[in-house]
Structure formats: structure tokens, C-alpha cells
T-cell receptor, first 116, second 115 residues
Framework: KAGVTQTPRYLIKTRGQQVTLSCSPI?????VSWYQQTPGQGLQFLFE???????NKGNFPGRFSGRQFSNSRSEMNVSTLELGDSALYLC???????????????FGAGTRLSVL | AQKVTQAQTEISVVEKEDVTLDCVYE???????LFWYKQPPSGELVFLIR??????QNEISGRYSWNFQKSTSSFNFTITASQVVDSAVYFC????????????FGTGTRLTVIP
């Protein structure tokens, strides 16, 4: 079974531009979460989508947005990029259903975004 | 508010030594979930273990073991007979949602195993 796939792996953008990152969850997983990892702030939760609806949101400005498609694939968008947005963006998916074995997030390798 | 503290920023051990990674958490919830993830240089977070707040049973998986103590709000991780492949950054995380879909991470501990 393929893992969580994130594309692209690396991106270089300049300040003021916008960027879209893509995440394909593990087959059958319907919940997708996004995290930002920076040396200064560590790993921080951005948002979570389930069945095309945002269910939870972290403490990030409105420049950070996301969406989920009917096939559970998710995209996140950052508009008006700032230098501080340089980070590793990680996507995670979770199996459907309840129970201990379901409440585990599986992560992709991330997209490393550099803002110049 | 939730908080996870990993006081050890970096640890270096010689191969075959045992090493314990500390994790202290704070939460007001009575039901919560604790996790350990490993992040190798490739960047992907690899799930290691999950614990529910109502299950304090310690767990051993091969060379890995976890000690969960609610009385001290700690969830420590021990690697026995460390190997070079264990070199990575290890994160402890906490979630208070039933689906554990919102993880609060500690700052991580970088473990280097020297051959």
C-alpha cells in the first residue's frame, strides 16, 4: 500500500508569490491534516480536512488555506508569501473509523518550501 | 492548553548503549493520547507508538520501550542497545481529540548514535 505522497518535494518562491502544495493520502484514508515545521517554532498544526470539510484549524493567518477533493486528495495554499513561511510542510492521513488502531496519523515526507 | 516538553535537545550515545528520551506533557483534559514519532533525515515522520490516558501499561517492542506515568505527566522512551540506524529526531506528541487529528508536538530530541 502506498504511503502519503506529497508533491512537490522542494519549492523555491519569492516573497509576495503564492504557492500550492499537494497531498495524496493513503488509499482509503479520508482525514488529512497539515503541519508546518520550522527550526524556530517546531511542528505546528495547520488544519484538518475530512470529507471535503475543514474540521479543525490551528493558529495561522488567513493566508494559509486548504481544501480537500472528493477523492480525499488535499491541497494547501499560501498566499502573499513571507520569508517566515520557509518551512517543511507535512501532510498526514488517518484511517477511517474509530478505535485505537484508527487514531494514528501517517505522515508523508513533506514539501520543503524556501521563500527568497 | 496543551503543552509537550522535551528538555533534551540533543543526545549522543555510543552504539549498544541504552538511551532514554524524556517527554513531559500538560493538558487539562482527562482523556488524551500520547505519541512518539521518529523523523529520519528523509523528513517523513514515522509513527512509533500511541498511548491512551486511561492505559498506563508500559510497552515493549523489540529494543524500544515506553514508560507512561500519569502521576508525573511523563511518557518516556527508551532504546536498548542503540544502533546507528536509530539516529534521528524523535518527537513526543499529545492530542486531546477523539480522532487524534490535531497533534501538539514537543520540540524534538536529536539522537546521534556513534558507531
Amino acid at each position: 500500500k502506498a504511503g502519503v505522497t506529497q508533491t512537490p518535494r522542494y519549492l523555491i518562491k519569492t516573497r509576495g508569490q503564492q504557492v500550492t502544495l499537494s497531498c495524496s493520502p493513503i488509499s482509503g484514508h479520508r482525514s488529512v491534516s497539515w503541519y508546518q515545521q520550522t527550526p524556530g517554532q517546531g511542528l505546528q498544526f495547520l488544519f484538518e480536512y475530512f470529507s471535503e470539510t475543514q474540521r479543525n484549524k490551528g493558529n495561522f493567518p488567513g493566508r494559509f488555506s486548504g481544501r480537500q477533493f472528493s477523492n480525499s486528495r488535499s491541497e494547501m495554499n499560501v498566499s502573499t508569501l513571507e520569508l517566515g513561511d520557509s518551512a517543511l510542510y507535512l501532510c498526514a492521513s488517518r484511517p477511517p473509523g474509530a478505535g485505537m488502531s484508527k487514531n494514528i496519523q501517517y505522515f508523508g515526507a513533506g514539501t520543503r518550501l524556501s521563500v527568497l | 492548553a496543551q503543552k509537550v516538553t522535551q528538555a533534551q535537545t540533543e543526545i549522543s550515545v555510543v552504539e549498544k548503549e541504552d538511551v532514554t528520551l524524556d517527554c513531559v506533557y500538560e493538558t487539562r483534559d482527562t482523556t488524551y493520547y500520547l505519541f512518539w514519532y521518529k523523523q529520519p533525515p528523509s523528513g517523513e515522520l514515522v509513527f512509533l507508538i500511541r498511548r491512551n490516558s486511561f492505559d498506563e501499561q508500559n510497552e515493549i517492542s523489540g529494543r524500544y520501550s515506553w514508560n507512561f506515568q500519569k502521576s508525573t505527566s511523563s511518557f518516556n522512551f527508551t532504546i536498548t542497545a542503540s544502533q546507528v540506524v536509530d539516529s534521528a529526531v524523535y518527537f513526543c506528541a499529545l492530542s486531546d481529540t477523539p480522532g487524534a487529528n490535531n497533534l501538539f508536538f514537543g520540540t524534538g530530541t536529536r539522537l546521534t548514535v556513534i558507531p
